[in-house]
């Protein structure tokens, strides 16, 4: 099994900035891509940022050029930097990993959720 452990949200204002962190544990031999996704109140889930074990990045439009998604692979962890958070970035935010295992299983583990609100 592998657990996700996320921390780093909380209230801030607009135009602010917070940093997240998951970091992944357990039976892993290895990580194919880590990421954030996030889901707001009536909306469905949806991704924010995705790193995979190359480094290459993908982005939501809506966040290109104020969230940053980095990788710590010493560390199985991963980041996200937002800057100038927005209102609309209210949301639970989830880490999400694509791990394989030693015995070659690979699977898709997703961390408990991290609230971040973005309020005056």
């Known amino acids: 099994q592998v657990q996700l452990v996320e921390s780093g949200g909380g209230l801030v204002q607009p135009g602010g900035s917070l940093r997240l962190s998951c970091a992944a544990s357990g039976s892993i031999f290895s990580i194919n891509g880590m990421g954030w996704y996030r889901q707001a109140p009536g909306k469905e889930r949806e991704l924010v940022a995705r790193?995979?074990?190359?480094?290459?990045?993908h982005y939501a439009d809506s966040v290109k050029g104020r969230f940053t998604c980095s990788r710590d692979n010493a560390k199985n962890t991963v980041y996200l930097q937002m800057n100038s958070l927005k209102p609309e970035d209210t949301a639970v935010y989830y880490c999400?990993?694509?791990?394989?295992?030693?015995?070659?299983?690979?699977?898709?583990?997703w961390g408990q959720g991290t609230q971040v609100t973005v309020s005056s």
């Open positions: 999400n990993a694509d791990v394989s295992s030693h015995s070659g299983r690979r699977s898709t583990y």
């Open positions: 790193i995979i074990s190359g480094g290459s990045t």
